[in-house]
């Protein structure tokens, strides 16, 4: 499963700077599980853009109950493949999808560190090169994550083969990699009701156009460049 | 009694639903007319400049915003009826003006637009209408308590007890990944002899696409519960079933499927 290995302690650590208790716990009867890694800031940090009573339930409850939801279906999958449960293993797949939904949450939170200062660098090119300029990437994400019906995500992506960037939306906690195996995060925003409702209510627009000011292009550019040397 | 999933589009593979979602259907309009035509549809009018159509009302609930308290409150039917409700009404009027839409019921552009699970722009806002016209209905005044009645008996019959009804409406509408809806619904044709049946749907979906008759709906997209219960959909579902709904609004539309189906 391509979103495993950007699970592995090495890569949160390089990648977001999170401390070494965040991310992974080892092993328990050779089955590796997860936790929940703290935030590379406090609660308050991205207000006004998203309130601290926002980022607290999105992180303590939605996000905590996506990772303990993802292990016991990790230790559920474990058990039905060791007994040769085949049907079993094929139910827990959806299961295993909606919570590594804890995925998409932990990459949000890591894009959202930054002050918003638009990008430089490669990405600032490939981004003028692929859209026009960042205000018209920022306008169509935005359209794109205000059409979005129900639940979902806007992303910013690169394509590792075709080195190119894209913007993609996916539904309830599908990751990016179900639009395509070698499209690669660089920019997710979550479009979930309970990511903005108690601040902006029914108006996604306005939460849309305000969490550009908290979205961490230093990430995006690292990420880029790491894909795209 | 199995809970059936209703899914956006219709294929199954390897034994799990693969939505493909329904901005993506949307996207495709092939195979069904519905498409702007610019003849003068009958109900708008030109009186001087501005052409007024307004095809579809938005309707109140059945009692005042702040009846449901302390259940649900009147801060939350504000937005959720005044805002959420208000917009797909609008934006529905504004998709189907100068169509052929415009001369069809409800129900009827719920169906025609649901286009086999290859959804048209307008049944997002078409279902969501309909969806909540009934939710509303689903729901009174000093709700919860015990069907009876006939309503009781094939409660009974095709599941067991109303306990058993109970714990599989609650588990459809916990285990509703993302937004969607819970359904107690009647099938006129049923293979196995059990008319009542209880539905989960995605998104705007309904049981209506699948033939079905509702009875009564729980909505749990986000939006209905997050100001009172955050992310405690559980709570707000106990809730629901112990305060909230009208058995009676239920009895009432089973009697009309029942006439319906005979």
Known sequence: MAFRAL?????????????????????????????????????????????????QLHHQKHHQAYVTNYNKALEQLHDAMSKGDAP?????QSA????????????????????GEPPKGSLGWAIDNNFGSVDALV?????????????????????????????????????????????????GIDVWEHAYYLQYKNVRPDYLKNIWKVINWKYASEVYEKECP | MATATVAATAPLSNG??????????????????????????????????????AKFD???????????????????????????????????????VGTELEAKSLEDI??????????????????????????????????????????????????????????????????????????????????DGKELLVVKSPNAVNPLVLGYIPLLTIDVWEHAYYLDYQNRRPDYISIFMEKLVSWDAVSAKLEVAKAQAA
């Not at chain 2, 309009?29 to 702007?36: D, F, H, I, S």
């Open chain 1, 88 to 92: 079993a293993v094929v139910k827990l």
């Open chain 1, 96 to 115: 295993i999808k909606f919570n590594g939904g804890g995925l998409s949450d932990l990459i949000c939170w890591v894009m959202q560190a930054g002050g």
């Open chain 2, 58 to 96: 938005l309707k109140p609930p059945p009692y005042p915003l702040n009846a449901l308290e302390p259940h649900m409150s009147a801060n939350t039917l504000s937005f959720h009826w005044g805002k959420h409700h208000r917009a797909y009404v609008d934006n529905l009027n504004k998709q189907i």
């Open chain 2, 110 to 191: 719920v169906i025609q637009t649901y286009n086999n699970g290859d959804l048209l722009p307008p049944f997002n806002n078409a279902a969501q209408i309909w969806n909540h016209d009934f939710f509303w209905e689903s729901m009174k005044p000093g709700g919860g308590g015990k069907p009876s009645g006939e309503l009781l008996k094939l409660i009974e019959r095709d599941f067991g007890s109303f306990e058993k009804l109970c714990e599989e409406l609650r588990a459809a509408a916990a285990t509703q990944f993302g937004s969607g809806w819970a359904w107690l619904a009647f099938n006129p044709r049923p293979s």
């Open chain 1, 139 to 187: 306008q169509k994400m935005n359209a794109e994550g205000a059409a979005l019906q129900g639940s979902g995500w806007v992303w910013l992506g690169v394509d590792k083969e075709l080195k190119k960037l894209v913007v993609e939306t996916t539904s309830n906690q599908d990751p990016l990699v179900t639009k395509g195996p070698s499209l690669v995060p660089l920019i």
């Open chain 2, 16 to 53: 799990f639903l693969l939505r493909r979602g329904p901005n993506e259907g949307a996207k495709s309009a092939r195979g069904l007319q519905w498409t702007k035509n610019h003849r003068q549809s009958p109900s708008s009018r030109r009186f001087g400049a501005a052409v007024i159509t």
């Open chain 1, 7 to 55: 699970l592995t302690r090495r890569t949160l650590a390089a990648a977001s700077g999170l401390g070494p208790n965040g991310g992974v716990a080892t092993s328990f009867r050779g089955l590796q599980t997860f936790s929940l890694p703290d935030l590379p800031y406090d609660y308050g940090a991205l207000q006004p853009a998203i309130s601290g009573e926002i980022m």
